[in-house]
């Protein structure tokens, strides 16, 4: 079993920054993929940005130049500039490999709100 726990949302002026983390906790064999994803009240949730372990890095268009995601032992993004409109609750994602053999998950996190005011 995987947990994962995130921390850093808030509450911040339009412009402002915040830096969220994902710690993983328990036993794996190691973390094929990270990401980022958030939900805003009353839409689908969305792809922020991924990781993956060769270190290639996908963002949303709505995000690029302003977010920054990257990762070791657990999975941070840096939010710079932010916009009202990044108003979400945003869930961290770690796709881990159980084993030396093929054996994939993915977990979750419990979604910290970020609330960007004008």
């Known amino acids: 079993q995987v947990q994962l726990v995130e921390s850093g949302g808030g509450l911040v002026q339009a412009g402002g920054s915040l830096r969220l983390s994902c710690a993983a906790s328990?036993?794996?064999?190691?973390?094929?993929?990270m990401g980022w994803y958030r939900q805003a009240t009353g839409k689908q949730r969305e792809l922020v940005a991924t990781?993956?372990?060769?270190g290639s890095t996908n963002y949303a268009d709505s995000v690029k130049g302003r977010f920054t995601i990257s990762g070791d032992n657990a999975v941070y993004l840096q939010m710079n500039s932010l916009k009202p409109e990044d108003t979400a609750v945003y869930y961290c994602?770690?796709?881990?490999?159980?084993?030396?053999?093929?054996?994939?998950?993915?977990?979750w996190g419990q979604g910290t709100q970020v609330t960007v005011s004008s």
């Open positions: 990781i993956t372990r060769g």
């Open positions: 994602n770690v796709r881990v490999r159980e084993s030396s053999i093929y054996l994939t998950s993915d977990y």
């Open positions: 328990g036993r794996f064999f190691s973390i094929d993929a």
